[in-house]
């Protein structure tokens, strides 16, 4: 019976002996560290990192030198949205039109009439008085100053309740009435232009393109006493 004992505890401590070292293959998925770098495929190639090598930031990958960087995308072409030219009188307006039918804008063209003034006359007058009575006593005093030739403006205007004068149709006239009224005494009198309401015209053009606008430009030219502008 002991000889039994004693050859199994012999066999079981070979067992051991034997599976520690490797004789009978690894019964464990995890093997130690020297074991696992020796079956590693092509172990000779490897290469150890130091610590500094471990931790530094991957280097962004190289740009392929035959690749065709992204062309930018073309500016969008410049576009006038509304140009307006004037303000014409009825002749040179119709000028201006023959000029621009050239361009051939369709509907992209309007003429509009705008409210001008020209200057028709200028009045030598004494200033509104405020009254009939008012405008009466100064008319009294012009009589004793030997001045005739005066109208007292009644009418619903701004100079109402005013003494005209004398009306003349150009500046140099009036200045020398007004001048020769000094001369006898009438130092209250002044020179005003009178106007003339007149129609006038503007053209506008819509949704032009940088090319059409130089085009219209230089029909403009031929006309420099006018403004091209933006529409308002």
Same mark, same amino acid.
């Given at each position: 019976?002991?000889?039994f004992v004693f ?6 401590n070979?067992?051991v002996?034997?599976i520690?070292q ?8 995890e ?5 696992r770098?020796?079956n590693?495929l092509?172990?000779?190639?490897l290469?150890l990192?130091t ?6 930031p991957?280097?962004?990958p ?5 690749a065709t960087?992204?062309?930018?995308a073309?500016?969008?072409p410049?576009t006038?949205?509304?140009t307006?030219v004037?303000?014409?009188l009825?002749a ?8 621009v039918a050239a ?7 309007s003429?509009?009439n705008?409210a001008?003034h020209?200057?028709s006359?200028?009045?030598?007058y004494?200033p509104?008085?405020?009254s009939?009575?008012? &405008? ?5 005093? /012009?009589?004793?100053? +030997? @001045?005739?030739?005066y109208?007292i403006?009644?009418e619903? !205007? ?5 003494i005209s ?5 150009s500046?140099?006239? &009036? ?5 020769? /009224?000094n001369?006898q +005494? @009438?130092h ?7 106007? !003339? ?5 503007a ?7 940088a090319?059409?606008r130089?085009?219209l430009?230089?029909?403009k030219t031929q ?10």
């Amino acid at each position: 019976m002991l000889k039994f004992v004693f050859w199994l505890l012999a066999g079981v401590n070979l067992l051991v002996l034997a599976i520690g070292q490797g004789y009978l293959g690894s019964f464990r998925s995890e093997t130690r560290e020297p074991a696992r770098l020796k079956n590693q495929l092509q172990a000779g190639k490897l290469t150890l990192l130091t610590q500094e090598q471990a931790t530094a930031p991957a280097a962004p990958p190289a740009a392929d030198e035959g690749a065709t960087p992204a062309a930018a995308a073309p500016a969008p072409p410049t576009t006038y949205a509304c140009t307006e030219v004037g303000n014409f009188l009825l002749a040179d307006g119709r000028r201006f039109e023959a000029q621009v039918a050239a361009l051939d804008l369709g509907d992209r063209q309007s003429r509009r009439n705008v409210a001008g003034h020209d200057i028709s006359s200028y009045m030598v007058y004494i200033p509104p008085q405020g009254s009939k009575e008012g &405008a009466d006593r100064k008319a009294g005093e /012009l009589k004793q100053l +030997g @001045v005739t030739n005066y109208f007292i403006m009644n009418e619903s !205007s701004p100079l109402r309740w005013g003494i005209s004068l004398g009306v003349f149709k150009s500046e140099t006239s &009036a200045q020398s009435q007004l001048a020769s /009224l000094n001369k006898q +005494g @009438v130092h209250s009198a002044r020179v005003a232009p009178r106007y !003339s309401a007149s129609k006038q015209l503007a053209y506008q053009f819509r949704d032009l393109d940088a090319a059409t606008r130089a085009r219209l430009e230089k029909i403009k030219t031929q006309f420099p006493e006018q403004e091209l502008r933006s529409c308002k």
